[in-house]
């Protein structure tokens, strides 16, 4: 029967502790490095995830740029167009004055027509021709026909003068309805700009609403990615030290077992030193130089 070394309880004790302890380290390393390994590939997936939403946000700002350019031409625009509609509300103001002033100086209109006074004079002058009068009613019809003669030169003269001021009149009027259609053209124009302007503004705010949605989305997988980072890093440090436990547990039976031969090789006759190494001894020595030399546990 080969010989086999000879322990005392407590050391046989211990030693199947600390064999157990390491079957559970193995045991919890397997489950740790799965679960590690999960881990990795969730900050994997949530980095890809990171990269893809920062590239998704280019295009909305993308957008939000280009649009912002064409409010701020818009804008100038309209600058433009009031301080051209101010100008022409000027020239209207303008144009309504100076034919209120025309109307006010006009000539007020005679009650009198000129056809009716020169009819009057041709039935004055056919009396004096056609009919025999006295020498008072003579001199009566010629004081009165030079008297409509005169009237009548003076409603001609006031004609002539009343048609001049119409024609000012309605040379003013014709002022006014121009300078109000510009206006009126300037402050369409205006209102159209102002309208693109505001959907432009719209846009904008879409745009950056969309992308500050994005911006948002990257943040919670940020947070999340932290959160399974301080995981990760908790299971590394966990594996850490159980590999150090099991690397401290196979030390202690390495010195153990050593100090074992060492102790055999002592009382033992020389003749019967080489048969003390029995393959049982020698597996168990291979394994733990095995072990020593991986230095992650793998036990069973």
């Known amino acids: 029967m080969p010989y086999r070394t000879s322990l005392s309880e407590e050391s046989d004790r211990e030693e199947r502790e600390i064999q157990d302890r390491l079957r559970a380290i193995d045991s919890q390393l397997e489950s ?16 890809a995830e990171q990269k893809a939403l920062a590239t998704q946000r280019g295009g909305p700002l993308q957008e939000a740029e280009e649009v912002h350019q064409t409010h701020r031409s818009l804008g100038q625009e309209l600058l433009r167009l009031r301080s051209e509609r101010d100008r022409a509300r000027a020239a209207l103001a303008q144009a309504l004055i100076q034919y209120r002033e025309i109307r006010a100086a006009a000539r007020p209109q005679a009650h009198l027509r000129p056809e009716a006074v020169r009819k009057e004079i041709q ?11 006295s020498l ?16 009548l030169a003076e409603l001609e003269a006031h004609a ?6 119409r024609a000012r009149e309605e040379a003013a009027a014709h002022q006014v309805t121009e ?6 053209r300037i402050t369409q124009e205006f209102d159209r700009i102002r309208k693109e302007r505001e959907a432009a503004m719209g ?19 940020a947070a999340q990615r932290s959160d399974t980072m301080d995981r990760l890093f908790a299971e590394s440090r966990e594996i850490q030290r159980l590999e150090q436990e099991g690397r401290t547990l196979l030390g202690t039976l390495r010195a153990r077992r050593a100090e074992a031969r060492n102790t055999i090789r002592e009382f033992t006759p020389r003749t019967r030193r080489a048969e003390e190494r029995t393959a049982l001894e020698s597996s168990v020595d291979q394994r733990l130089d095995e072990l020593l030399k991986r230095g992650r546990i793998t036990l069973g």
């Open 32 to 47: 740790r490095w799965a679960k590690r390994q999960q881990l990795l590939a969730e900050v994997r997936r949530l980095s």
């Open 123 to 133: 039935e004055l002058e056919h009396r004096q021709q056609t009919q025999v009068l």
């Open 136 to 151: 008072d009613d003579e001199r009566a019809l010629l004081v009165r026909l030079r008297e409509r003669t005169r009237m």
């Open 160 to 165: 002539q003068e009343a048609a001049a001021d």
């Open 179 to 184: 300078a109000r259609a510009a206006v009126d």
């Open 203 to 221: 846009t904008i705010r879409g745009r950056l609403e969309a992308a500050g949605s994005v911006v948002a989305e990257i943040r919670r997988i």
